[in-house]
Structures are given as C-alpha cells and as structure tokens.
C-alpha cells in the first residue's frame, strides 16, 4: 500500500486540468504527459495489450490465470482534473488528523476546518492526503487511478501464484471527464469488456447507479443602448432583462437549496452590458419527465421575455449533455450486488446514493457498457480544501481485487 500513495502523490503532482475552451482532444497537453507515464509504469508491472491511443484513450489488460470462462469485467478513471479551481503546482501532504483543524499553509494562515467540513471527524486518527492550500488536490480522479493499478499489480503477481482465480480484465483511462467528453471517443467494442465499473466516486463505501439527467443552456439576451438621459421608452438593458429571466426560474431549485434526488437550475456564468449579456446554465434532475419540464419551463422563459420585450431579446440554445444510468444498470443488477457483495466481504459499509453529477460511466452504460460508480475515497473535490483519506484508498483497492474474485467464482 505504500505504492499506492507513492503513486498518487506522483500522479496528482502533474498538471491535467482540462480546458472546455479547448478544440484539441486530450484538451490538455499535462493529460497526456500523465498517460505516457502510466504507459509506462503498465508495461514495468507486467500488463498486456497497453495502448493509448491519439486522443489519450488509454486501455490495458490483465490476463485470466483461470480456465473457467467468465464475464470480462472492466474498471476506469479518468487522467483530468477539474477546471473550475487551479491545479498547477500541487503540493500533497501527509497528516495525521488529530481531531483539530488542519494547517495547510502556514504561510497564508490556510486551515481546513473541522467546523466548516464536519466529515472530517470520521477520520480521526487516520493519515489524509490534503492540499497546500492553494490548489486543488486531483483525487477526482487520480485516486482512482492509483487505485486500479496498484489493485492489477496485486493480482497479477498472483499469476504465478493463483490464491485467487480470475479472468480477463480490462482497465482505460480516459481524458476530458470533467468536461463532459470523456466518452466521446471511448472505443467500447476495443475495450471488450462486459460490464465495467468507473472509480470515480466520493467517500468511502459510495456505490452510485443513478445519476442526473442533464442539460446545458445558453442565453443572449440582446438589449439596445441608448443614452440614458433620453431612455424612457427606448432602452431595452440586457443586464436588467437577464435579471428578471433568472427571477423567472423557481427560486429554491437551485445547488445551494436543494439536496438527494432534488434537480435543479444552475447558473455557472454571466456577462454583458446593456446592449448585449450571455447567460449560461446547466439543468439537472435525475426524474426524466421532471428533467424535461425543467427544459420546456426555460423555452417558456425565453418565449415570454420575447414576447415582452420584442423578437430575438432571448435568444436560447439548449443541449443534452447525459442521461440517468440506471434505465441501462437496472436490467443488469447483478453487477450492483457484486460490487456490494465485495464491499461487505471487505468490511466496507455499502451506501447506495444517487450521484448529483455524472461520470464517464453514465454515458458509456448507453453506448452498450453498463458501468456503475464507486467510491474512490475523496472529500471537497474541486476545491483547495480538498482530502483523501489513505485508509479509504487502501479499501477501494481491496474491493476491486475482491470484485475481481467474486466475478470469477459466481
């Protein structure tokens, strides 16, 4: 297990933020430099068929040491990290959280608060891995991906020495999840895999098959400027109008309100003047028919403000961005029970939630893989107060040998 933060602590150290601005496919160059590496570090533990091809897909093999024919199992994660806080120049550190609040940086007098993240307290007396303070930590996903490798190279020095018997299984890591691309070039007949689970998930025992249904919108709201000393009846201000639309949405469906299975309206972005304000958004529900109505309430927005204010004052562009897995993971629920079976033979208390996000899995279980999330250990993804407990990272390497074990018994 000591590789197994040595691997993290490596990997999170490279910058692999991705870029939604970007046209190029890994959208980030760092994501690629993190793939040759873990090429690399594959080829030294003995796995086979190692690729990655030239949008940074990456896919490899552990060999069966079995004669028994089972279903291929699969496990992925993904090689970015997210956009939304900086990622360059990560520092991991090593504590051993005491019940107190954590100094990250005694330079800018940065602690991570056991008052403002109570969950802390179920981590007394561990070792995390925390941030310095000032960026993020990347263990969405680079836990994940220290958790496979270090789980493949367990197994597959039991080759020669076959305590436990298993067949195939294949492992990918992908670019670009936290963009909302990371299966848009995934090969899923290449990868071969029968059913697959994404390690991508958050604290310790989380086993996710359902996710939201999304959407992202856009909005131009287009004004007319003109001097305001002489504006009654003239002026139309952008800004103003993409006020009253945003007052338009129910106030309380929104992230900071709403919790569980609760969808909401979230605006990510706003700029403009008076003659011209963007307006962007993302739409969530992980109900399909509420997900919809959530759609048709913001065409109906858009309408009325056009109506009031005249043709093409709201200007709206709407796109699907992914929907609920579990219409696909449900027909095939035994896969849920094998991960929760693991979990309980691993002493894991299992806590079956809906993911309030998505993952690469969600996607990839509509292009004919069915793929479920579990939990890969972290706390504050996307944030400088970002931790992973290494207890939580040493469990989900022990589920993954035991899911491994279990398929090829059943």
């Known amino acids: 297990m000591e590789k197994l933060v040595e691997r993290f602590i490596r990997y ?6 991705s870029d939604e601005n970007s046209l190029t496919c890994p959208s980030t160059l760092g994501q690629k430099v993190l793939g040759n590496m873990l090429v690399e570090e594959m080829k030294e533990i003995g796995l086979q068929d190692i690729s990655m091809d030239e949008n940074g897909y990456i896919m490899a093999t552990l060999p069966s040491n079995s004669t028994i024919t089972v279903p291929v199992i699969g496990f992925l994660a993904h090689l970015d990290t997210s956009p939304d806080y900086t990622a360059e120049g ?3 550190q090593l504590v051993l959280h005491t019940g107190a609040d954590i100094l990250l940086n005694k330079k800018e007098n940065i602690y991570l608060s056991a008052k403002e993240f109570p969950d802390l ?14 960026t993020l930590l990347g263990a969405d996903d680079k836990s994940g991906i220290a958790e496979i490798i270090t789980a493949m190279e367990y197994l597959i020095t039991l080759i020669t020495h076959p305590e436990i018997k298993h067949g195939p299984v294949r492992i990918a ?4 999840e936290e963009i909302g691309r990371g299966a848009d070039k995934f090969d899923v007949a290449k990868f071969g895999a029968d059913f697959a689970y994404t390690l991508d998930g958050g604290p310790l025992g989380e086993l996710e098959y359902e996710n939201f249904n999304a959407a992202k919108a856009k ?3 287009q004004g007319l400027n003109v001097h305001p000393g002489t504006a009654k009846n003239q002026m139309k201000n952008s800004l103003q109008i993409a006020m009253e639309l945003n007052s338009m ?11 569980n299975y609760e969808g909401f309206f979230h605006l990510t972005a706003m700029a403009g003047t008076v003659e011209t304000t963007t307006m962007s958004y993302i739409i969530r529900d992980h109900n399909l028919n509420l997900f919809n109505q959530k759609k048709e309430l913001m065409v109906k927005i858009a309408d009325s403000l056009n109506l009031k204010y005249g043709l093409h004052t709201a200007t709206l562009s709407m796109v699907d961005q992914y929907y609920n897995m579990k219409e696909k ?4 629920f035994h896969i849920i029970e094998l991960a929760r079976n693991a979990m309980v033979k691993c002493g894991v208390e299992t806590k079956i939630i809906p993911i309030r996000g998505g993952t690469d899995g969600a996607r990839l279980s509509y292009m004919g893989l069915p793929c479920p999330n579990l939990f890969a250990g972290g706390h504050n993804f996307h944030s400088r107060f970002e931790f992973v407990p290494v207890k ?11 899911i491994v074990e279990m398929n090829s018994a059943n």
Request: aromatic share 4%; hydrophobic share 40%; net charge negative.
């Open 173 to 176: 890591f992908t670019p670009d």
């Open 392 to 402: 939580s990272m040493e469990k989900a390497v022990e589920v993954i040998v035991k």
């Open 329 to 332: 993971i449900a027909p095939k």
């Open 12 to 17: 999170a150290k490279i910058n692999t933020q």
């Open 90 to 92: 990560v520092s991991p």
């Open 219 to 221: 909005i131009i709201v």
């Open 249 to 259: 949405l129910p106030v309380d469906e929104v992230p900071e309100r709403t919790e």
């Open 121 to 134: 307290q179920n981590y007394i007396g561990q070792t995390l891995i925390t941030t310095d303070g000032t």
